[in-house]
């Protein structure tokens, strides 16, 4: 699957995840060339790809997946050779208070994609033109397609879907479009499943950088109902590197769940955060968990999320590196910087 100097496309590579991944992904590669191509919504920052700007390997182009004619142009002006497909709208909360940009850009820009690539690198279902042979497109999704787990059980690659909320559908169907262009058209496609990401560079509004600012702030720290919702934590240095495996070795038509194993419930994973602050910028007299309350729960708000990593374990070699403390750490030290 590597092919030296090659170009490939990360979609929605100034978001988090993807401002993660292409630092590491050109160091890991250094042949190969990256455009980055993002619509820079409110969730899109170009300073979390300062490192990389002057790079002669990456460009940057502002734009949106649901502009096919610009697809279509990037994919011919740069021949691109691969695509590793971040860009999503993903923030549960407003999905529920406006679901229909979600179907748009998850499920239409995801499928223009798609259509982009196929009419770019295969002449027929399951004939790819020869300068385009080993071209791959690796879509990156979550966990929450599956929907909510009780207290037992895990999700694995099995799992049947189940989303919940408007965002976890929009997902839901993007992921099952891209198993179409495997299936139909012989398209050499990959889709990763991932847990919670947490670190460095995410957007302000996520619950831990929320928790951390609200602290700080001196401000009351929300926590949604009763503060027992689960959730697996997965560092996102550790999932960079899992996307790059799976994108460089998996077998094409592949699927994997990616997981922390560092699973908690929400007030604990609060009173953890508060604990570090209370250590690292302690307040005059007392303790940052006094600002911890309770408030509304979320609508259709998923109990617990707990990711089954075995597959990719067994099969690419791949654990989870980061200790959930340590990486807890190195995040908050990031966002009080």
């Known amino acids: 699957m590597?092919?030296?100097?090659?170009?490939?496309?990360?979609?929605?590579?100034?978001?988090?995840?993807?401002?993660?991944?292409?630092?590491?992904?050109?160091?890991?590669?250094?042949?190969?060339?990256?455009?980055?191509?993002?619509?820079?919504?409110?969730?899109?920052?170009?300073?979390?790809?300062?490192?990389?700007?002057?790079n002669p390997r990456y460009q940057f182009i502002k734009g949106d997946i649901r502009n096919r004619e610009l697809l279509e142009k990037i994919f011919q002006d740069h021949n691109i050779h691969g695509v590793v497909h971040f860009a999503a709208e993903s923030h549960v909360d407003n999905s529920i208070s406006?679901?229909?940009?979600?179907?748009?850009?998850?499920?239409?820009?995801?499928?223009n994609l798609l259509d982009a690539a196929f009419k770019t690198w295969m002449k027929a279902p399951f004939e790819y033109r020869?300068?385009?042979?080993?071209?791959?497109?690796?879509?990156i999704s979550?966990?929450?397609?599956?929907?909510?787990l009780g207290d037992t059980g895990y999700f694995t690659e099995k799992t049947p879907y189940a989303?919940?909320?408007?965002?976890?559908?929009?997902?839901?169907?993007?992921?099952?479009?891209?198993?179409?262009?495997?299936?139909?058209?012989?398209m050499n496609t990959v889709i990763t499943n991932c847990s919670n990401n947490y670190g460095p560079k995410q957007h302000k509004e996520k619950l831990i950088p929320t928790i951390i600012r609200k602290a700080i702030s001196r401000e009351d720290i929300p926590i949604y109902g009763n503060g027992k919702n689960v959730r697996?934590?997965?560092?996102?240095?550790?999932?960079?590197k899992?996307?790059?495996?799976?994108?460089?070795?998996?077998?094409?038509?592949?699927?994997?769940?990616?997981?922390?194993?560092?699973?908690?419930?929400?007030?604990e994973l609060a009173q953890k955060i508060c604990k570090l602050l209370d250590e690292l910028k302690p307040k005059d007299s007392g303790s940052y968990s006094e600002q911890i309350t309770f408030v509304k729960d979320r609508a259709g708000h998923d109990q617990r999320y707990a990711i089954d990593a075995s597959k990719i374990r067994s099969q690419l070699n791949w654990k989870a590196e980061s200790k959930f403390e340590d990486a807890l750490m190195e995040t908050i030290k990031f966002y009080l910087k």
Not at 98 to 111: A, D, K, S
Not at 130 to 139: G, L, V
Not at 233 to 240: E, G, N
Not at 249 to 256: Q, R, T
Request: glycine share 8%.
């Open 232 to 240: 697996d934590w997965l560092y996102v240095l550790d999932h960079v």
């Open 242 to 267: 899992a996307i790059s495996l799976v994108y460089t070795e998996a077998k094409a038509g592949d699927v994997y769940n990616i997981g922390g194993d560092a699973e908690m419930q929400n007030i």
């Open 2 to 54: 590597n092919d030296l100097n090659k170009t490939i496309l990360v979609t929605g590579g100034a978001g988090f995840i993807g401002s993660n991944f292409i630092p590491y992904y050109l160091e890991q590669n250094p042949e190969q060339h990256i455009i980055n191509l993002d619509a820079l919504t409110y969730a899109g920052d170009l300073e979390n790809l300062s490192e990389v700007e002057s």
């Open 163 to 186: 989303p919940n909320s408007p965002y976890s559908a929009s997902k839901a169907a993007s992921d099952m479009v891209v198993r179409s262009y495997h299936h139909t058209y012989g």
């Open 142 to 148: 979550t966990d929450e397609v599956y929907g909510s």
């Open 130 to 139: 020869e300068e385009f042979r080993d071209c791959r497109f690796h879509h």
């Open 98 to 111: 406006n679901p229909g940009v979600f179907i748009e850009t998850n499920v239409n820009g995801t499928f």
